[in-house]
C-alpha cells in the first residue's frame, strides 16, 4: 500500500513557475514507477509525466516537454514536477500518481495509487 500527499500547487501569472511535490509512504517507493496527471474542469484526466524508479528514464506529454521536469529522491520519498513557463491551458488538478513495476508507465490504467491532488490555476 502506498499512500500519495502533493502539496504545491496555486495560483501564477502566465510565463510563471510552480513545483509541485509529492510525498509518499511506505517502504517500497524506489520499486514504483511515479506519473504525475492532470484534470481540468470537463475533461478527462491525462498524462503529464513519468519518471522511473532510478529516475533514469522519463517521458512527458508533448503538451509540457521542455518546459516540465519530473524528478525523484527515493532516500526521501518524494516525487516532484518543476513546471516553467506555465499557460493558462496548464490549468487542472494535478494528480501524484504510482506504479507497481520499475519502468515508466503512460497510461492511466496502469497506475495503482492516486494522490487526492493539487490546484493549478495559471491566469492570463
Known amino acids: 500500500q502506498v499512500q500519495l500527499e502533493e502539496s504545491g500547487g496555486g495560483l501564477v501569472q502566465t510565463g510563471g513557475s510552480l513545483r509541485l511535490s509529492c510525498a509518499a509512504s511506505g517502504r517500497t517507493f524506489s520499486s514504483y514507477a511515479m506519473g504525475w496527471f492532470r484534470q481540468a474542469p470537463g475533461k478527462e484526466r491525462e498524462f503529464v509525466a513519468t519518471i522511473s524508479w532510478t529516475g533514469g528514464s522519463t517521458s512527458y506529454a508533448d503538451s509540457v516537454k521542455g518546459r516540465f521536469t519530473i524528478s525523484r529522491d527515493n532516500a526521501k520519498n518524494t516525487v516532484s514536477l518543476q513546471m516553467n513557463n506555465l499557460r493558462p491551458e496548464d490549468t487542472a488538478v494535478y494528480y501524484c500518481?504510482?506504479?507497481?513495476?520499475?519502468?515508466?508507465?503512460?497510461?492511466?490504467?496502469?497506475?495503482?495509487?492516486w494522490g487526492q491532488g493539487t490546484q493549478v490555476t495559471v491566469s492570463r
Open positions: 500518481a504510482a506504479a507497481k513495476g520499475y519502468y515508466i508507465k503512460t497510461l492511466l490504467n496502469h497506475y495503482d495509487y
